[in-house]
């Protein structure tokens, strides 16, 4: 079959990655994305991209990496395909700086790395803090060779819509829409990867862009594809509060040195050096943001009396710290108005990541044939709690595995996509077509963007650092009654061109299904796991629930089924970041 | 509610807005009024316009489209010009702007409606300068080539450059009457040309500088690297960028 193609949604890292990968192999490439690639969510990662190199003389390794990965995500990971991304960190680390990644140097004019959360070794590669952004520029160039070459093909400003699947359960294209003319097409693929990131707008407020609903992910769940772990939020220690958005201040800061403190009997009072001697402010995201939430909402010991706590560096050379955390300074200082060189940073914890996902199968392919998945849409990497630096890490791996994968399985099919009927494809997008056009004709007092409001200050309140199982259950009742008023939307916009509104309705509605995906899978969780905290199971219950949660899609909302954990590598054992992680080993 | 809430409570943001329903419409002002919030930016005005869709004068109205993404100024997406200077509305904090707010698309791109503009042109350029690394491959080939900590500092000031159009909206020599590319393209152009690798292909770069719409046509305005938001030395990058296509111009006369 000689007229192959293969469709990637999705143009962050993972995306990137994945297209470069299936260009190399001669297959040409749909790639369709919301934005111009290279103004993906990938850009707001700063701090940096964790690889064993062993630069530091510390006796780091890949092994060393993989446990510290396991431990960090309370062993929620199924250890064989983590320990294939810790295995190859040091190789993509190298590759990425061999396509220009202006990554900090040390005297000799290698490469430096910095400490991160949840691991005693410098394993951190970074570019100041904007890593995230190089990496991106980076694999976006690279595509721009293979577009120039005539193996990419770029749909940016499309909006996927749904899969489109063959009598025999096989994924064969997809129904996309150009956000510009509003015209809705369907595409043939031999495979298709999806690459559609996270999903933090649900939460209202995040440290997410935009972009970021979870609209894609969520049409393939409610076309049958399993949502793994969606009770596993990660919810960032250190966010700048805003109206529009929560912007976050990354982990690097305290990697260089930052510590965080409030005013304890009018001292400041280090908390985290207090309470995890071992790891101090490097402690993993899910114990440090749970610890500011005892202490502001608990104790009440927020600065000036609010949900806030300094975070400090102004004890650390101007000079060292533009060099190495320039970027986010500065995005503090902007928004802000106070220089964090020399007054320290008043932050909260805000929604951050997704480590649950589109569940995928160790070849990143889901449980429709021909659909794969990679980056932040789907669960495979980071367990119940994600170490800072390893989502760059795990967005880039997934592409190398899923990219290859996809060409395999087109390779191997006995019938093309073009051998499909034209009717195939034409009832899906018929089908899309008409719930646009209900959408236009929405006529109801509801506006979907304060609805939307409404879903993420629910979520946000409920669904995040501590949870409650009746108010869960409460946020259960409440998503059902917006999806309710969802119905009762009007249209303020009814243009045919660009409209946002109606792409928006659209996606709100995506976001409410996987909103009731999340409250579901932390309700029937009773346990505490690390980002999944239920003061009434305060402990890990490996007998119950050392498992996969995995989401069905039906009419009247999730049903949940759990699988095994393959723990055949790493023996689970309990975590405590108190002590040295020698002393929780037998 | 304390005397000062109650104040805040009542002051508002006075937006105009110039919209356009189409790239063929004819342009229009429309003033919003938007209760205000301490720190809030341009967004979350436009935003609030969302959530209540409904003009100064009290007539609901389509919600005013626009682009944005990151909100942390690192993705270039919500460029437009705010009070006559081309910026990014993340970072334009109400506060700081003098009211009425005065929203315009970046009209040297073509508008495609209200305050979203097509930039593909600056992709484009970017294709024609070659602005990337032409690596043998994504196998695994070993480390990069060593850098020096020095060098590297000023070549990631301009790899910053997040391709927002600041610089072309506001550069005199982009118009109907030429074909210039832009300052961003040239800074690119030096930063692939100053890496170990991208080195070794210079020359490319710098005939595509020598080309339509390349650096010759650069007036010197200096216009681009007073609205940079990321302060990327422009002038400085279309300086050095001039003096390796004057060499490489040399180079080529001499070897005839």
Redesign the interface.
């Known amino acids: 079959m000689s007229n192959q193609r293969i469709i990637v949604v999705g143009g962050g890292l993972a995306g990137l990655?994945t297209t470069?990968?299936i260009a190399?192999m001669g297959v040409p490439v749909d790639l369709f994305s919301l934005?111009?690639v290279?103004?993906?969510?990938s850009?707001?990662a700063q701090g940096g991209i964790n690889g064993a190199v062993n630069t530091k003389g510390e006796g780091d390794s890949p092994w060393e990496h993989f446990d510290d990965t396991i431990y960090g995500g309370d062993f929620l990971a199924n250890q064989p395909p983590v320990l294939g991304m810790c295995e190859a960190a040091p190789?993509i680390i190298?590759?990425m700086?061999?396509?220009?990644v202006?990554?900090?140097?040390?005297?000799?004019?290698?490469?430096d790395f910095r400490r991160f959360g949840g691991t005693k070794h410098h394993r951190t590669a970074f570019?100041?803090a904007?890593t995230g952004?190089?990496l991106l520029?980076?694999l976006d160039?690279?595509v721009?060779?293979h577009?120039?070459a005539g193996l990419v093909q770029k749909y940016e400003g499309w909006d996927f819509l749904c899969a489109v699947i063959d009598d025999e359960g096989i994924c064969r294209g997809i129904i996309a829409q150009d956000l510009?003319s509003m015209e809705v097409r369907a595409f043939r693929a031999d495979a298709v990867v999806v690459c559609t990131g996270g999903l933090g707008m649900i939460f209202g407020k995040s440290t997410n862009?935009?972009?970021n609903t979870g609209s894609a992910a969520s049409a393939l769940y409610q076309q049958g594809v399993y949502y793994a772990n969606p009770e596993m939020i990660q919810v960032h220690p250190t966010a700048i509060p805003?109206?529009?958005?929560l912007?976050?201040i990354s982990e690097s800061v305290r990697g260089e040195g930052g510590r965080v403190w409030t005013y304890k009997d009018g001292k400041p009072w280090y908390f985290l050096e207090e309470w995890y001697p071992e790891y101090g402010n490097l402690v993993p995201r899910d114990v440090a943001t749970r610890a500011i939430f005892k202490v502001c909402v608990e104790m009440g010991l927020g600065v000036d009396g609010e949900n806030m706590v300094y975070l400090d560096v102004s004890h650390i050379p101007a000079e060292v710290l533009n060099?190495r955390l320039g970027?986010v300074l500065d995005?503090y200082e902007?928004?802000?108005g106070d220089d964090p060189r020399k007054v320290p940073m008043k932050l909260f914890p805000a929604v951050h990541y997704s480590m649950g996902g589109l569940w995928v199968d160790y070849d990143q392919m889901t449980n429709i044939p021909g659909l794969f998945a990679a980056g932040e849409c789907e669960y495979q990497y980071h367990g119940a709690n994600r170490l800072g630096a390893n989502s760059l890490l795990s967005c880039i791996y997934g592409g190398?595995v899923a990219g290859p994968n996809a060409v395999r399985w087109a390779k191997n099919l006995r019938k093309s996509c073009d051998a499909l009927p034209e009717s195939l494809y034409e009832g899906y997008r018929r089908r899309e077509e008409e719930k646009f056009e209900a959408i236009l004709k929405m006529d109801g007092p509801e506006?979907p963007?304060?609805l939307h409001?409404e879903l993420g200050k629910w979520m946000t309140d409920n669904v995040t650092v501590v949870r409650y199982n009746d108010k869960l259950r409460q946020t259960e009742e409440k998503i059902v009654e917006l999806m309710e008023r969802w119905k009762r939307i009007g249209m303020?916009?009814?243009?045919r061109?660009?409209n946002?509104?109606a792409q928006f309705t659209r996606h709100l509605w995506n976001m409410l299904e996987f909103a009731r995906a999340i409250t579901r899978g932390a309700l029937l969780r009773n346990e505490s796991r690390g980002a999944h905290y239920k003061p009434e199971f305060p402990e890990r219950d490996d007998e119950n629930f050392l498992k996969t949660t995995k989401a069905r899609w039906t009419p009247d909302g999730p049903v949940i089924e759990y699988e095994d954990v393959d723990v055949s590598l790493i023996k689970p054992r309990k975590r405590n970041y108190a002590v040295s992680k020698e002393a929780t080993k037998e | 509610m304390s005397a000062e809430r109650a104040a805040v409570a009542e002051r508002t943001v006075h937006l105009i807005v110039e919209r356009q329903d189409g790239p063929d419409a004819e342009p229009y002002e429309e003033e919003f009024e938007v209760p205000y919030r301490p720190g809030m930016n341009v967004i979350a005005c436009l935003m609030e316009i969302q959530r209540n869709p409904v003009n100064k004068a009290g007539k609901p109205v389509a919600p005013v489209v626009w682009e944005c993404n990151c909100l942390e100024e690192v993705c270039g997406a919500c460029m437009m010009v705010i009070n006559g200077k081309p910026r990014q509305a993340c970072s334009a904090l109400v506060d700081k702007l003098e009211q009425p707010i005065r929203l315009q698309p970046a009209r040297t791109f073509p508008v495609i409606r209200d305050l979203v503009v097509d930039r593909s042109r600056m992709f484009e350029a970017l294709k024609k300068v070659k602005a990337w690394i032409p690596i043998d491959g994504t196998y695994d080939l070993g480390p990069g080539p060593r850098m020096a900590e020095r060098d590297r500092q000023w070549a990631y000031e301009l790899s910053r450059c997040f391709t927002c159009g600041a610089c072309v909206e506001a550069c005199p020599n982009v118009n109907e009457r030429t074909s210039f590319m832009g300052a961003f393209a040239i800074s690119q152009a030096r930063l692939f040309n100053a890496h170990p690798t991208g080195a070794m292909h210079r020359e490319e770069r710098l005939e595509a500088l020598m080309g339509e719409g390349g650096i010759h046509e650069c007036g010197n305005a200096q216009n681009c690297v007073e609205v940079c938001p990321k302060g990327i030395p422009l002038t400085t990058s279309i300086a050095e960028m001039n003096r390796q296509v004057t060499y490489y111009a040399m180079g080529a006369w001499l070897r005839r």
């Open positions: 990655m470069i990968k190399e934005v111009p290279r103004r993906s969510h850009v707001c190789a190298h590759l700086d061999r396509m220009g202006m990554f900090n140097r040390t005297p000799e004019g290698l490469l570019a100041g904007s952004q190089q520029y980076a160039e690279q721009r060779r577009e120039v510009r862009s935009i972009i805003g109206d529009d958005k912007r976050l060099v970027s995005i902007k928004f802000v190398m506006n963007y304060a409001r303020a916009d009814r243009s061109w660009e946002q509104m």
